[in-house]
Nanobody, 123 residues
Framework: QVQLVESGGGLVQPGGSLRLSCAAS????????MGWFRQGPGKEREFVAA????????DYADSVKGRFTISRDNAKNTVYLQMNSLKPEDTAVYYC????????????????WGQGTQVTVSS
């Protein structure tokens, strides 16, 4: 089992920034790729970004490309999501997820999930 704990959410004004963290523990060698997903009010969960623990492979949804940056600290087993130029439409619960294979945009392919952290972008 892999345990994932997100942190860093909160309330921010439009144009502001937040950094989310996802700390992994347990059988972390079972997770080759980490992803960030989000679910806004009345919306389905959607892909945000993904990264591999090794090799530097990354992927971003078009809606966040150029504004969000995913990174990892292998020594700390932690993945980050730096979110800049936030917009009201970024308001959502953000989840991190892990899977043993390569990065994917499909949430159905991720085996482990965190509890989520709320991000609210509002003036």
């Amino acid at each position: 089992q892999v345990q994932l704990v997100e942190s860093g959410g909160g309330l921010v004004q439009p144009g502001g920034s937040l950094r989310l963290s996802c700390a992994a523990s347990g059988r972390t060698f079972s997770s080759n790729a980490m992803g960030w997903f989000r679910q806004g009010p009345g919306k389905e969960r959607e892909f945000v970004a993904a990264i591999r623990w090794s090799g530097g492979w990354m992927d971003y949804a078009d809606s966040v490309k150029g504004r969000f940056t995913i990174s990892r600290d292998n020594a700390k087993n932690t993945v980050y999501l730096q979110m800049n130029s936030l917009k009201p439409e970024d308001t959502a619960v953000y989840y991190c997820a892990a899977r043993p294979a390569g990065i994917s945009r499909s949430d159905r392919l991720y085996d482990y999930w965190g509890q989520g952290t709320q991000v609210t972008v509002s003036s």
